[in-house]
């Protein structure tokens, strides 16, 4: 009895996956290991994309995050079609102390307004404020002209506002999710509405006595 409520629990389990998209050294790959582990490490050198699994709760319901910590080799280099085709939710990353990541997360955004997937915009490393080269508003606007969620966190600093970031984009991916469903639901009940009205005015007709 235990084991197949077991099964049962697995299958239901939720699973999203989360490309995280940024130029270099924003402080993705801290970010990803933060939400993950709570953990932080602050070196990394990535010389390829980097994928993590692990099983995080969601408003009390597990859910099975795959997140693929993109590595872009310059400022021009945008995320393919293949990632954006790959992930259910864009974490679109930027540091407060680099101009320059804003400018790419600007490119990276206009790459993927034409598609439906969720997005949620990060500012990373708010803690070096003294540093700061873009402005909580500018990154407030951005997100508006995105339409998505928008943070400034520390990932050298706070577990809970990274966690945040990342539940708030799995909870958009869930709801679209869920949307989806019943919009082919609906367009699935209408034909098949059609087809009956169809069978029974058919039925109906046949019924006729003859001459």
């Known amino acids: ?3 197949k409520g077991i ?12 490309a995280v998209i940024g130029a270099p050294g ?3 790959s801290a970010l990803a290991v933060r939400f993950l582990t709570r953990r932080y490490i602050g070196e990394y050198d990535h010389q390829a994309e980097t994928r993590y699994k692990h099983e995080v709760l969601v408003d009390n319901e597990p859910v099975l995050f795959e997140i693929l910590d993109t590595c872009p080799k310059n400022e021009n280099d945008l995320p393919s079609q293949e990632t954006l085709n790959w992930a259910d939710g864009l ?7 680099d101009r320059q990541s804003f400018a790419y997360v600007k490119k990276a955004g206009l790459a993927i307004t034409n598609c439906d997937t969720p997005v949620y915009l990060v500012a990373n ?6 540093l700061r080269q873009v402005s909580s508003d500018e990154g407030a606007i951005l ?4 339409e998505c969620g928008f943070s400034e966190v520390a990932a050298a600093e706070q577990v809970a506002p990274v966690a945040a970031a990342f539940q708030d984009l799995c909870k958009a991916v869930l709801s679209a999710r ?9 367009r699935m009940l209408g034909t098949k509405s059609s087809t009956v009205r169809l069978y029974v005015r058919g039925k ?4 006729l006595p003859k001459d």
């Open 178 to 186: 869920r949307k989806s469903k019943q919009s082919l639901l609906e």
């Open 91 to 97: 974490l679109l990353v930027y540091s407060i102390i």
């Open 26 to 28: 924003v402080g993705k």
């Open 1 to 3: 009895m235990n084991s």
């Open 7 to 18: 099964r049962r629990k697995k299958s239901s389990l939720s699973e999203v996956k989360v």
């Open 143 to 146: 997100a508006r002209n995105f």
């Open 125 to 130: 490393k708010c803690d070096m404020v003294h």
């Open 204 to 207: 109906s007709d046949s019924a």
